[in-house]
Nanobody, 123 residues
Framework: QVQLVESGGGLVQAGGSLKLSCAASGRTFSRYAMGWFRQAPGKEREFVAIINWSGSSTNYADSVKGRFTISRDNAKNTVYLQMNNLKPEDTAVYYC????????????????WGQGTQVTVSS
């Protein structure tokens, strides 16, 4: 079992930055790939980024590539999402998710989810 708690969301102006954190419980955190997803009002949950268990491999949605960076610290059981040059279209609830072998872009393939943190980007 893995429990996930996101933090770091907030209100920021376009062009600004935020860093999200996702703290995981459990001693097996390093066995899991960790993903970030987001969901805007009236839209489906969409893939943002994923990092493998060791941190050696990452993948990003085209819409955030070059602006967002996912990282993890297995000693702290935490995964991060550094978001730079934020745009109004990045406004959404951001969720972290964990799975040992997910189909990276598929929300349904992740077993564990956090409660989400709101990110609002004003123009």
């Amino acid at each position: 079992q893995v429990q996930l708690v996101e933090s770091g969301g907030g209100l920021v102006q376009a062009g600004g930055s935020l860093k999200l954190s996702c703290a995981a419980s459990g001693r097996t955190f390093s066995r899991y790939a960790m993903g970030w997803f987001r969901q805007a009002p009236g839209k489906e949950r969409e893939f943002v980024a994923i990092i493998n268990w060791s941190g050696s491999s990452t993948n990003y949605a085209d819409s955030v590539k070059g602006r967002f960076t996912i990282s993890r610290d297995n000693a702290k059981n935490t995964v991060y999402l550094q978001m730079n040059n934020l745009k109004p279209e990045d406004t959404a609830v951001y969720y972290c998710a964990a799975d040992q072998s997910p189909i990276y872009y598929s929300a349904s393939s992740y077993d564990y989810w956090g409660q989400g943190t709101q990110v609002t980007v004003s123009s």
